[in-house]
């Protein structure tokens, strides 16, 4: 850049205000994001499908932090023009997005020869491409004010083969391999970026129908489940100090160190043989006739 467009940016970003971007950021992790950002005194602005979801959030983000300005918009990310419209509603409310965080994903419960074919670019838009093109899209004017904050909302499900959802955890892998270059391709740019690995997270799948009562209420699922505010908690602190890979909670921390020291067969065995125990419903497997019971897909944070 030259020294003209650096003062012309520096310019129009004094007239405007740093904002904080989450998508998904309506409930879950999102949620608990998008509230851990405005008690540490940032504006935000929520990105979700579900507009009713979105003013609810709002009213409730409003009433417990009413200094702040908490702006929403209704918005499928994997639509072909969705960053456009992220970063038009961005500039014409007189904000610059300071700290972007990807939350947005979908999970897929099911073998993928069950998934549909507008099922396939649907994950893959939610869980990969959305965050993509939105660094793309922001990075640039971080990296010119040399200061931001991107976090990657990945998932411990990357870090191993997982029966059932091989297109997610493989999803989560490609994000977990992005964020990690981009933390070398952003050095000594200002710009910090952070991976986010949360393990088993206590969110409403249960209402989803993800995680079916009997799971939720056995003991292996208590052990190592993690409320989403901690999952929060733990996201802000590493964010603000630079971490480069967060991991939230004892049980996902050990199980991540875990998975560094066998083999990923092994780590599919187990999953394959552990997850009907943590999730109260079977494994998926494909069949002859390509249909499987259970199946559920849901969005994670939308």
Sequence with gaps: MTPTGAVQNSKITQMLAPITLITGGSRGIGLALADRFALAGNDLLLVARDADSLAKTRQHLLARHVDRRILTLACDVTGQDATELIAAKVESEGFYVDILVNNVALWSYEPIVTLTATDIPRLIGA???????????????????????????????????????????????????????????TADTGVSVSLLLPGVVATDFTQAGVISNQGRSNILFKLVAIEPAAVAQAAYLGLMTKQGVIVPGLAAQALRVALMMVPASFAAWLYAAVSPWLFGVPTPKASINHTAPDVVSVPVGE
């Design 127 to 185: 869980n990969i491409t959305q965050g993509i093109t939105l660094v793309h899209r922001f990075l640039p004017g971080m990296v010119s004010r040399r200061h931001g904050y991107i976090l990657n909302v990945g998932s411990l499900a990357g870090a191993f083969p997982a029966a059932g959802s091989a297109l997610y955890s493989s999803s989560k892998a490609f994000l977990a391999t992005l964020t990690l270059a981009l933390q070398r391709e």
